[in-house]
């Protein structure tokens, strides 16, 4: 399909358009901070905004996600009835999410979706109902080092369309048949309008002033990495907290409970994170993890060097900067990896 | 902790102390009571509980 | 500012190339504007690194217990009013021994609160904070502006009442005034102002957004319980999930195991990620110690903790 153009005054049509068969969705200011919202007036809708201070993540893998319900029935042969979740009812759109966030759902994907024995029911229903509309960054923060990251700030990986804000009007690149569906209507652009996004995004990642070596990284072993001096200072003055975890996109680690409440009870998937002791607590009393280092070494090792090993070069990380920001003791990721790459 | 809970908006008189000696049987019959009729006269309690049961 | 900076990094080289302490524990400058971090020099070039600032916001105090044993030794650390009252708790509750610690007493110059900061800018990114006298100079992409500091400091910096170190090995500067003039009782338990009825919302309507970090409980120097209660799993007394039970569960419990120990240093706000105004929970609570029992944590090494002792006079009115 060829790109589109939507003159940013008619957005409210466009958006009630899609309300028809989507529940949609944007960053909009929610206490002052840019957050996602659903969209019920299209001019609350930001543009110029660098990220939302939480990653959408919880669209697919919301902090507690109920798995399924049971209840002891004495006269069942089981002696038990369990009953499955129902799937996610309505069709959803995510619109202007940025590039790196959609580029973490599709490193995601290579984990909870892998073949049919790992295959992550939960995950999958809500990314095959929900159409990723991303919005080029013309804008990138200090904190930003996506294209260190197999990413940029016009990556269309995992997006199924992607708007470049060109002021008055919004150039729609559908990328799958999902974005056709979204930008299925709309005039074509004009080869103007096409070159002044090309522009706007060499612009940005020419603005992305961080960058992260990667190179030795990928060449070390695993084992040269993990015994790598440098881990006996990064740990110093973390407080092995989740902040890190919880606004990462790519962050995925959970904990199963089952809660009862007298014969009836629900499984539940809450986040859980590698930053905590007991997240590795063996029943034995023995924790492979039990020491502050062992815990922050696995964060980065994870993300820079068994996701890449494992997943064909993949990285466990967009370099969108959250953590950077968000960090209360400001342990920088970007600081770490050169550290690893040095 | 009494006061912290009334704090956060837990009604008073949900949340009692006594101190009764076992040899204070009286004592004890009276502050049942007065628990009970206490907590009844508030009804069911409308914070800090977690229902897990679907929701029909 | 800049000449107790200096003296820190003079002092910490010289500690250091003497042999009289392994480690001096500081801040350094941040790689992200107005978040200065907790640093750990070893040696006189890394004490080259050590800094002082209004955006030293973690309470380093934190690091003199979360350390494996036998790690380090003799330790300096830079302290200003609540983090050397956050030494003496912990001097008072044994988790430290005095002698093991060389506190570098610096007067604190009230920490900004980069919220506030940021809340001047709303969704804009601010690119450079630096300090030139009594003001910030805040820049971004398309703007530069000039902020008081004093209009954006941390809540808890406004109505401290102990700037300076209550206990100290070496002064890294003049003392200063020991407060800001702000009155504690009349800003802590906020909710105190609200009906009964209308609390549970306040309280609930603050902690929505919280995403179960912990980052409250883990900047926190009160906080060195080898297991925490929302980490025991044998019972779990605090369900995982983000049910607002569960949530308040955490919340309640997490201030009411600082009754009478909190510093109200203001690290726990300053470590939340979500912007909980977490304080509201403590400042109620040590208000009503101060009430009770006459008592602020950490002032004095010599005075006992009201809730580690029993006293025939303790108030009771909360037992029929």
Redesign the interface.
């Known amino acids: 399909m060829a790109d589109k153009i939507l003159a940013k005054d008619k957005l409210g049509d466009f958006l009630g358009k899609l309300q028809a068969d989507y529940e949609v969705y944007a960053p909009q200011e929610v206490e002052g901070k840019p957050q996602w919202a659903p969209v019920e007036e299209s001019d609350k809708v930001l543009w110029d905004f660098s990220n939302t201070h939480t990653s959408p993540k919880d669209f697919f893998f919301p902090q507690t996600e109920i798995m399924m319900r049971f209840k002891n029935v004495q006269d069942h042969e089981n002696g038990m009835v369990m009953e499955a979740e129902p799937p996610l009812a309505n069709k959803r759109l995510l619109f202007n999410i940025r590039p790196c966030d959609a580029k973490a759902f599709q490193v995601l994907d290579l984990i909870f979706v892998q073949d049919e024995m790992t295959n992550d029911l939960f995950w999958k229903d809500k990314r095959d109902k929900t159409t990723l509309v991303g919005l080029a960054c013309s804008d990138p923060c200090p904190s930003c080092f996506c294209t260190s990251m197999n990413c940029g700030p016009a990556s269309t990986t995992g997006l199924d369309a992607l708007v470049f804000d060109l002021g008055d009007k919004l150039l729609v690149r559908a990328l799958t048949e999902k974005g056709e569906a979204v930008a299925e209507g709309l005039d074509d652009a004009a080869e103007a309008d096409q070159a002044a996004a090309e522009e706007q995004t060499k612009a940005a990642e020419a603005q992305i002033s961080s960058s992260v070596g990667m190179d030795k990284v990928n060449e070390r072993s695993v084992m040269e990495l993990y015994e790598a001096g440098m881990w006996d200072r990064v740990y110093e003055n973390c407080l092995n907290c989740g902040t890190c975890t919880y606004v990462c996109p790519t962050c995925h680690c959970f904990d199963i409970q089952d809660e009862t409440q007298g014969e009836s009870g629900r499984r539940v998937r809450n986040w859980d994170n590698c930053m905590s002791w007991l997240f590795t607590m063996h029943g034995t009393g023995h924790n492979p993890r039990g020491a502050k280092k062992d815990r922050v070494r696995q964060r980065f090792m994870h993300k820079f060097k068994y996701i890449p090993v494992k997943r064909d070069g993949e990285i466990g990380c967009v370099g969108c900067g959250r953590c950077v920001l968000l960090c209360p003791v400001n342990i920088d990721v970007r600081r770490v990896v050169n550290d690893m790459n040095a | 902790?009494?006061?912290?809970?009334?704090?956060?908006?837990?009604?008073?008189g949900r949340l009692?102390?006594?101190?009764i000696s076992s040899a204070e049987a009286t004592k004890f019959q009276e502050?049942v009571v007065?628990v009970t009729e206490s907590v009844k006269a508030l009804g069911p309690a409308?914070?800090?509980?977690?229902?897990?049961?679907?929701v029909a | 500012m800049e000449a107790v900076a200096q003296k820190i990094r003079e002092t910490a080289a010289k500690l250091l190339s003497e042999g009289k302490v392994d480690c001096v524990i500081g801040y350094a400058q941040g790689t992200v504007p107005m978040r200065d971090y907790p640093y750990f020099a070893y040696t006189p070039e890394e004490a080259q690194n050590l800094t002082w600032s209004p955006f030293c916001c973690n309470n380093l105090a934190n690091f003199l217990i979360r350390r494996p044993k036998g790690e380090i030794g003799k330790v300096a650390i830079v302290a200003q009013g609540c983090v050397s009252r956050s030494i003496v708790g912990l001097i008072k509750e044994n988790q430290i021994a005095r002698e093991d610690v060389y506190i570098l007493g610096v007067p604190s110059p009230g920490m900004v609160d980069r919220r506030k900061v940021q809340d001047r800018f709303p969704l804009k990114t601010i690119t450079e904070v630096t300090v030139d006298g009594e003001d910030l100079v805040v820049k971004g992409k398309d703007f530069e502006e000039r902020i008081p500091q004093k209009e954006v400091r941390r809540d808890n910096c406004y109505t401290c009442v102990q700037r300076n170190p209550v206990i100290v090995d070496e002064m890294m500067g003049e003392e200063g005034p020991s407060d800001w003039g702000g009155n504690i009782d009349a800003v802590a338990a906020p909710w105190e102002k609200l009906e009964p009825g209308e609390r549970w919302e306040a309280f609930i309507d603050e902690v929505d957004s919280c995403i179960r970090c912990y980052a409250c409980r883990d900047a926190c120097p009160l906080c060195y319980c080898h297991v925490c209660f929302v980490d025991e799993a044998m019972p779990q007394w605090c369900g995982k999930t983000q049910d607002e039970a569960d949530v308040a569960t955490f919340h309640i419990l997490r201030a009411f195991h600082c009754a009478g120990r909190c510093t109200d240093c203001g690290a726990c706000e300053s470590a939340c990620p979500q912007g909980i105004k977490v304080r509201r929970f403590t400042s109620k609570i040590e208000k009503d110690i101060r009430e009770l029992y006459d008592y602020s944590p950490g002032m004095d090494l010599e005075a006992t903790p009201p809730l580690s002792v029993y006293r025939p006079n303790d108030p009771q009115e909360f037992i029929k």
């Open positions: 902790m009494k006061s912290l809970l009334e704090y956060v908006g837990i009604e008073p009692h102390f006594s101190w502050t007065e409308k914070h800090m509980i977690k229902d897990i049961r679907k």
